[in-house]
């Protein structure tokens, strides 16, 4: 993948017989990354996953 500010279309890349396919996005050490830099789709994940856990403790409790 390549990061710019406005991201092209371009072919797949060929390392010693090995077709490497780009992708518009992808999680690396947890954190997604995607051809355009930007971190509004990671917040959004960060911030649903943070919801599933609460609602997933609070059954749990006696609130």
């Known amino acids: 993948m390549t ?4 991201p092209e279309n371009e072919n797949n890349v060929a ?3 090995y077709t ?6 992808f ?3 947890g954190t997604e990354i995607n051809q355009k ?9 960060r911030i649903s ?3 599933r856990t ?3 403790n609070k059954r749990h409790r006696n609130y």
Not at 37 to 45: H, P, Q, R, T
């Open 37 to 45: 830099n930007s971190v509004s789709s990671e917040i959004n994940a």
């Open 49 to 51: 996953s943070g919801y």
């Open 3 to 6: 990061i710019k500010k406005t």
């Open 20 to 25: 490497i396919k780009r992708v518009d996005a």
């Open 27 to 29: 999680t690396y050490l």
């Open 15 to 17: 390392v010693d017989n």
């Open 54 to 56: 609460y609602y997933a």
